[in-house]
């Protein structure tokens, strides 16, 4: 029986699937939400939108060529934000961040964006904060938004394949079956151990 399920299991990759679980999490939040008009990325990250089922104009403007802390761009020109795994880059006062996003997007526009938690450091040595989805909030609400949501991403067992995948374990059949077993283990730490945060914002 350990063999068959060895045998059948499929070749994963632990970032792809952090990746899918976040899409399918903002799918669910934002499944009565209408998308129209025009959407700025600052983390090169229209495959997301797309994943979003946004169909309008995607404009990118992502770090680190632009400095989304001053976005060259005139007030309200966007309907959606999408910061995804930027901010912990962009310097010691994030709050600017939010204030930012929140001029650049028109009345009832909605921002997205989402950090890491449970992570390493990483593309060393701009890499400053970690956030918690509260922090998050704050930070966001502070600005002027309104949450509609927050969210977590990955537990203990996602970031233990992320490791094991460092070390050559990617797409493997092992690489599946550990990722189940940990994911049983793990599942209840979602929310107090997760690799990625983020929220839903309105303007």
Do not use: W
Request: charged residues 20%; contains cysteine.
């Amino acid at each position: 029986m350990i063999k068959a399920i060895f045998f059948r299991a499929p070749k994963v990759n632990a970032d792809n699937e952090l990746r899918r679980m976040q899409t399918d999490e903002l799918v669910r939040i934002l499944a009565q939400t209408e998308f129209a008009g025009t959407a700025l990325s600052v983390s090169g990250s229209a495959h997301l939108l797309r994943g979003l089922r946004f169909e309008g104009t995607i404009e990118d403007l992502s770090y680190p060529e632009y400095d989304c802390r001053s976005i060259p761009r005139p007030d309200a020109s966007y309907s959606m934000y999408l910061s995804d795994q930027v901010l912990e880059h962009v310097g010691t006062q994030p709050d600017v961040v939010f204030s930012e996003a929140f001029r650049l997007l028109k009345k009832d526009g909605i921002a997205i964006i989402s950090t890491c938690l449970l992570n390493p450091i990483h593309m060393a040595p701009t890499d400053y904060l970690r956030f918690t989805p509260y922090g998050i909030q704050e930070l966001a609400e502070r600005a002027g938004f309104t949450t509609i949501q927050h969210f977590t991403i990955g537990h203990t067992g996602d970031f233990i394949m992320q490791r094991l995948g460092g070390a050559g374990m990617d797409y493997t059949r092992l690489a599946s079956v550990l990722t189940r077993i940990l994911g049983r283990v793990f599942r209840r730490s979602a929310h107090t151990n997760p690799i990625m945060v983020g929220a839903v914002l309105r303007k």
